[in-house]
């Protein structure tokens, strides 16, 4: 061990707390950890990779075979599918980011951070933004595939998913960070993939189109918060390829609440107040004294 | 810039209900500035709890504390610019490096850009871990990490520093070394330093203790008192005759002895100068004499009517202290 170094005497520090600039820094420096922590993942970002393009290239080429009458002449399954797996990618990297916050607690640093004087708001705020940013820049690495499965390289396009994406990653972050206030022990991370992420995967119309579905499970896609970013994606994509009149209409069929179809618009808007509702509930959740 | 007269930490029927649970019972005390203040216990006495209602992490359920002044339920903000911790568990980002760690802090307390570069130098090479800045932590021992935490509690140069166990579950000479930094500490930063602590050994390096069992302070003063209050020290021999020499103790002393351990104890005023008395008077050969001073763990029997390791039930720190005390090394 090395020798005491006695010297320099110490200025002291003054510490601020509490105004508007103070947590601004704290939203920052904890969304750059976020970014410090994903840039030295390299495994993560490969394994996070591998799934979605399984999905799309082995499942997608599969379904593609049995697929071809319903979809009308030679429209590839796999453009219908890449919206649905661009979701996907941001939904289960997503979901990784909040939890951390159990593992955090699990390792101390959430002391670290509660303890600040600065509000939960802002350690919240950061979280969700800093786990959003990944999750965007891990969906926006798939885009590199839009090619391949005839999706076209338009600057436009891939602009208005990459906003589409980020707007998926806050909502799914921000109710991450509500799941992961209650979780326990990083052992739940399984029972929260079971029962949360899968079904909202699932119902949310990535892998198949929501029509002409049982009432019952047409009910539950209407449920699921991930619909109504599925299916703006796939509105977009498909503004830009070309898909047979019929095929469009049984594989993107407008989400309709009690007969009326809900617009684009309307659930872009719907997804942010979700997110900054589930933001809300997290801040709250973290916010209560023990 | 110091508050003139303040005391550091003031605590007024501090208690803490977990349901049934009386976690800690109106406890008042209060610290002045600059001193090391230790609260020394079993665990499960109340310490970590009293730590954590003066840090602002616990709410308490009755009483007030307010740290450099201020409230640590209505100010919670102040009180937390004005603290710094260190925790019995780490509470590092393992995957950050040293230096982002506390970079993070600096950011985190608000401490202005243009001094964070030399203050991060300055506290790291306190701790002897400058060399190491761009380590990652989970390459760090266990003492490192805990070197690394004493540098990020004072980064934001706090009024009060407050360590939770800061050597739990280290090795002797790790333990040692923290206490070194503690010390240098107290010389060079005007800090008043609050600590929990469950060995007798490191609650010698206070000002001032507290001694806390079952939630509530048992006794506060400073070690040297503390010891004297206990009065006598404790005299062993070693003789080719124990009866004979218990005989005379009662006889020509008026001592009352017993024998443990294969040697004759007794307690007395002024251990070293009744020696050469024993030698000249006592009329029965000695082979071996040692003197003990009062220890903290007398102390703490006197005023907890157990030792802190009965409380504790550790078998190997029991070893550990009949070796220290047979070996006739004197403490305080």
């Given at each position: 061990?090395?020798?005491?170094?006695?010297?320099?005497?110490?200025?002291?520090?003054?510490?601020?707390?509490?105004?508007?600039?103070?947590?601004?820094?704290?939203?920052?420096?904890?969304?750059?950890?976020?970014?410090?922590?994903?840039?030295?993942?390299?495994?993560?970002?490969?394994?996070?990779?591998?799934?979605?393009?399984?999905?799309?290239?082995?499942?997608?080429?599969?379904?593609?075979?049995?697929?071809?009458?319903?979809?009308?002449?030679?429209?590839?399954?796999?453009?219908?599918?890449?919206?649905?797996?661009?979701?996907?990618?941001?939904?289960?990297?997503?979901?990784?980011?909040?939890?951390?916050?159990?593992?955090?607690?699990?390792?101390?640093?959430?002391?670290?951070?509660?303890?600040?004087?600065?509000?939960?708001?802002?350690?919240?705020?950061?979280?969700?933004?800093?786990?959003?940013?990944?999750?965007?820049?891990?969906?926006?690495?798939?885009?590199?595939?839009?090619?391949?499965?005839?999706?076209?390289?338009?600057?436009?396009?891939?602009?208005?998913?990459?906003?589409?994406?980020?707007?998926?990653?806050?909502?799914?972050?921000?109710?991450?960070?509500?799941?992961?206030?209650?979780?326990?022990?990083?052992?739940?991370?399984?029972?929260?993939?079971?029962?949360?992420?899968?079904?909202?995967?699932?119902?949310?119309?990535?892998?198949?189109?929501?029509?002409?579905?049982?009432?019952?499970?047409?009910?539950?896609?209407?449920?699921?918060?991930?619909?109504?970013?599925?299916?703006?994606?796939?509105?977009?994509?498909?503004?830009?390829?070309?898909?047979?009149?019929?095929?469009?209409?049984?594989?993107?069929?407008?989400?309709?609440?009690?007969?009326?179809?809900?617009?684009v618009s309307v659930m872009v808007l719907v997804?942010?107040?979700?997110?900054?509702?589930?933001?809300?509930?997290?801040?709250?959740?973290?916010?209560?004294?023990? | 810039?110091?508050?003139?007269?303040?005391?550091?930490?003031?605590?007024?029927?501090?208690?803490?209900?977990?349901?049934?649970?009386?976690?800690?019972?109106?406890?008042?005390?209060?610290?002045?500035?600059?001193?090391?203040?230790?609260?020394?216990?079993?665990?499960?006495?109340?310490?970590?709890?009293?730590?954590?209602?003066?840090?602002?992490?616990?709410?308490?359920?009755?009483?007030?504390?307010?740290?450099?002044?201020?409230?640590?339920?209505?100010?919670?903000?102040?009180?937390?610019?004005?603290?710094?911790?260190?925790?019995?568990?780490?509470?590092?980002?393992?995957?950050?490096?040293?230096?982002?760690?506390?970079?993070?802090?600096?950011?985190?307390?608000?401490?202005?850009?243009?001094?964070?570069?030399?203050?991060?130098?300055?506290?790291?090479?306190?701790?002897?871990?400058?060399?190491?800045?761009?380590?990652?932590?989970?390459?760090?021992?266990?003492?490192?990490?805990?070197r690394l935490e004493i540098a990020r509690g004072?980064?934001?140069?706090?009024?009060?520093?407050?360590?939770?166990?800061?050597?739990?579950?280290?090795?002797?000479?790790?333990?040692?070394?923290?206490?070194?930094?503690?010390?240098?500490?107290?010389?060079?930063?005007?800090?008043?330093?609050?600590?929990?602590?469950?060995?007798?050994?490191?609650?010698?390096?206070?000002?001032?203790?507290?001694?806390?069992?079952?939630?509530?302070?048992?006794?506060?003063?400073?070690?040297?008192?503390?010891?004297?209050?206990?009065?006598?020290?404790?005299?062993?021999?070693?003789?080719?005759?124990?009866?004979?020499?218990?005989?005379?103790?009662?006889?020509?002393?008026?001592?009352?002895?017993?024998?443990?351990?294969?040697?004759?104890?007794?307690?007395?005023?002024?251990?070293?100068?009744?020696?050469?008395?024993?030698?000249?008077?006592?009329?029965?050969?000695?082979?071996?004499?040692?003197?003990?001073?009062?220890?903290?763990?007398?102390?703490?029997?006197?005023?907890?009517?157990?030792?802190?390791?009965?409380?504790?039930?550790?078998?190997?720190?029991?070893?550990?202290?009949?070796?220290?005390?047979?070996?006739?090394?004197?403490?305080?």
């Amino acid at each position: 061990m090395t020798d005491i170094q006695a010297s320099a005497t110490v200025a002291s520090v003054r510490v601020a707390g509490g105004t508007l600039r103070d947590d601004l820094r704290a939203v920052s420096i904890v969304w750059r950890r976020e970014l410090i922590r994903f840039g030295r993942s390299k495994l993560r970002i490969i394994t996070g990779l591998s799934q979605p393009v399984i999905y799309l290239f082995v499942l997608g080429t599969g379904l593609s075979s049995i697929v071809p009458a319903s979809a009308g002449g030679n429209f590839n399954y796999r453009t219908f599918m890449f919206p649905g797996v661009l979701a996907m990618t941001i939904l289960f990297t997503s979901i990784f980011s909040a939890v951390s916050i159990v593992w955090d607690r699990e390792f101390g640093f959430l002391r670290e951070m509660l303890v600040a004087p600065v509000r939960r708001s802002a350690l919240i705020t950061g979280k969700c933004l800093g786990g959003a940013t990944v999750a965007t820049a891990q969906g926006a690495l798939m885009l590199v595939f839009a090619g391949f499965v005839g999706v076209p390289y338009s600057p436009v396009l891939l602009i208005e998913l990459v906003l589409l994406m980020a707007l998926t990653a806050f909502v799914v972050n921000a109710l991450g960070i509500v799941i992961a206030s209650r979780m326990e022990q990083v052992e739940s991370f399984q029972v929260v993939m079971q029962f949360v992420v899968l079904p909202m995967f699932f119902l949310s119309g990535a892998l198949f189109p929501l029509n002409g579905l049982p009432r019952w499970l047409s009910v539950l896609t209407r449920l699921d918060p991930l619909t109504y970013l599925v299916q703006p994606m796939r509105r977009v994509v498909f503004s830009y390829v070309d898909v047979p009149p019929d095929a469009r209409a049984s594989l993107a069929p407008d989400v309709t609440w009690f007969g009326w179809p809900v617009p684009v618009s309307v659930m872009v808007l719907v997804s942010i107040a979700l997110g900054l509702a589930f933001l809300g509930v997290a801040v709250y959740q973290f916010s209560k004294p023990e | 810039m110091e508050d003139s007269g303040q005391p550091a930490i003031e605590v007024a029927g501090l208690e803490k209900r977990y349901g049934d649970l009386e976690a800690v019972r109106g406890i008042s005390f209060s610290v002045e500035p600059g001193e090391i203040f230790g609260f020394l216990g079993p665990n499960g006495a109340g310490k970590s709890t009293t730590i954590s209602m003066l840090c602002t992490l616990v709410r308490p359920t009755g009483g007030t504390a307010r740290v450099d002044g201020f409230d640590v339920m209505a100010d919670r903000t102040e009180v937390r610019r004005r603290i710094g911790l260190v925790f019995q568990d780490t509470t590092l980002d393992d995957y950050l490096t040293a230096q982002e760690n506390l970079r993070f802090h600096a950011e985190l307390y608000g401490v202005p850009r243009s001094i964070v570069g030399s203050r991060l130098q300055e506290v790291m090479e306190m701790v002897g871990l400058w060399d190491r800045r761009t380590h990652l932590v989970r390459t760090f021992s266990g003492g490192m990490k805990r070197r690394l935490e004493i540098a990020r509690g004072l980064l934001h140069s706090p009024r009060v520093l407050f360590l939770d166990e800061p050597t739990v579950g280290l090795d002797p000479q790790t333990r040692s070394h923290i206490w070194d930094y503690i010390n240098v500490l107290k010389a060079r930063e005007s800090i008043t330093m609050f600590l929990t602590t469950h060995y007798m050994d490191e609650a010698e390096h206070c000002d001032r203790i507290a001694i806390i069992d079952h939630g509530e302070v048992v006794v506060i003063d400073t070690p040297a008192a503390l010891k004297a209050s206990v009065g006598r020290d404790r005299v062993q021999l070693r003789t080719d005759d124990d009866e004979a020499a218990i005989a005379a103790l009662g006889e020509r002393f008026g001592l009352e002895a017993t024998v443990s351990e294969g040697e004759v104890c007794v307690q007395v005023v002024g251990g070293e100068e009744f020696v050469p008395r024993l030698f000249a008077e006592l009329g029965v050969p000695i082979r071996a004499v040692s003197v003990a001073r009062p220890t903290l763990d007398d102390v703490f029997m006197r005023y907890t009517g157990r030792t802190i390791r009965d409380a504790e039930a550790s078998a190997s720190e029991r070893n550990r202290n009949n070796v220290f005390v047979r070996a006739g090394t004197r403490r305080g």
